[in-house]
């Protein structure tokens, strides 16, 4: 396998986009709705699944197959190869779904698979692989957020997930083990042992407010977490929003509309 070498670059801090620079002839695959803008010489043509040379040459069936395995990550059957038909180097960028950052991932230096959360998947050169990574432990599978199935990057090209909120680096050494929230994952080398455990305790477990169980992630490796997956974001407007007969939270309180003019809430 031998991914187009792709250059980049990424702007903004909280609400970030990459700028990828396409020499002639080179193509990079996006995920459907990730499309910010493009100079005049790229063309957009949609495929079956990623594109990836593993796939060109495994027929129609393999085609089909490798597509429907990415509905199963939470993807679409489809996805968008932008292609630079130009005599000179033109750009293409892709946004963030939401506030966060965008990690690239250079996979020659992650022995050429990288396993993350479903939906992450963000853009890649051609040739670079998205398939599925299934967990083989129940405790994972039911418990640990991302279910039987995760998002697995293969190849020797440059790719780019995103995450939410602010992402941590953190490289454990053998034996180190982290204690993450099951939804904080962004994701993780090949070698890194993932599981799930038990947080234990009656009024933890009643109590608490942070789940039953969390995530156990066990070096050698490198971890990627984030500070704001999106279903942690989505329960908070979700909680948020205005109820029926059009009233919000802070509507039932003592101060009604008036604390909604003193919290800077100015609806009427």
Same mark, same amino acid.
């Given at each position: 396998?031998?991914?187009?070498?792709?250059?980049?670059?990424?702007?903004?801090?909280?609400?970030?986009? /990459?700028?990828?620079?396409?020499?002639?002839?080179?193509?990079?695959? @996006?995920?459907?709705?990730?499309?910010?803008?493009?100079?005049?010489?790229?063309?957009?043509?949609?495929?079956?699944?990623?594109?990836?040379?593993?796939?060109?040459?495994?027929?129609?069936?393999?085609? !089909? &197959?490798?597509?429907?395995?990415?509905? %199963?990550t939470g993807?679409? +059957?489809?996805? $968008? @190869?932008? +292609?630079?038909?130009?005599?000179?180097?033109?750009?293409?960028?892709?946004?963030?779904?939401?506030?966060?950052?965008? !990690?690239?991932?250079?996979l020659t230096?992650?022995?050429?698979?990288?396993?993350?959360?479903?939906?992450?998947?963000?853009?890649?050169?051609?040739? /670079?692989?998205?398939?599925?990574?299934?967990?083989?432990? +129940?405790?994972?599978?039911?418990?640990?957020?991302?279910?039987?199935?995760?998002?697995?990057?293969?190849?020797?090209?440059?790719?780019? /997930?995103?995450?939410?909120?602010?992402?941590?680096?953190?490289? +454990?050494?053998?034996?180190? /083990? %982290?204690?993450?929230? $099951?939804?904080?994952?962004?994701?993780?080398?090949?070698?890194?042992?993932?599981?799930?455990q038990f #947080?234990?305790? #009656?009024?933890?477990?009643?109590?608490?407010?942070?789940?039953?169980?969390?995530? $156990?992630?066990?070096?050698?490796?490198?971890?990627?977490?984030?500070?704001?997956?999106?279903?942690?974001?989505?329960?908070?407007?979700?909680?948020?929003?205005?109820?029926?007969?059009?009233?919000?939270?802070?509507?039932?309180? &003592? !101060?009604?509309? !008036?604390?909604? &003019?003193?919290?800077?809430?100015?609806?009427?």
């Open positions: 396998m031998q991914a187009h070498e792709i250059d980049y670059q990424i702007f903004g801090e909280e609400m970030q986009y /990459v700028e990828i620079e396409l020499d002639p002839q080179e193509i990079v695959i @996006a995920e459907a709705g990730s499309f910010m803008m493009m100079e005049n010489n790229i063309q957009m043509e949609t495929i079956f699944g990623d594109g990836s040379e593993q796939q060109s040459g495994s027929g129609l069936f393999g085609k !089909l &197959l490798n597509a429907g395995k990415r509905v %199963l993807e679409s +059957l489809f996805m $968008t @190869a932008f +292609l630079n038909q130009g005599n000179t180097k033109s750009k293409v960028s892709f946004a963030s779904p939401y506030p966060g950052k965008i !990690l690239p991932i250079d230096q992650f022995q050429g698979k990288f396993i993350c959360q479903k939906s992450s998947f963000l853009c890649a050169a051609k040739g /670079v692989s998205v398939g599925i990574e299934f967990s083989q432990k +129940l405790g994972r599978g039911f418990f640990g957020g991302e279910g039987f199935i995760m998002q697995k990057i293969e190849g020797d090209g440059m790719a780019f /997930v995103h995450s939410g909120g602010t992402m941590a680096k953190k490289e +454990l050494a053998p034996g180190e /083990v %982290l204690k993450v929230d $099951t939804g904080c994952i962004i994701g993780f080398t090949k070698d890194v042992d993932y599981d799930i #947080i234990g305790g #009656i009024k933890n477990s009643l109590f608490g407010g942070e789940g039953l169980f969390y995530a $156990t992630l066990k070096g050698p490796g490198t971890v990627y977490i984030q500070s704001l997956p999106f279903s942690r974001l989505a329960d908070r407007i979700i909680a948020s929003a205005p109820r029926s007969g059009g009233n919000s939270r802070e509507e039932g309180s &003592l !101060l009604g509309g !008036l604390g909604n &003019l003193l919290d800077g809430d100015n609806r009427f």
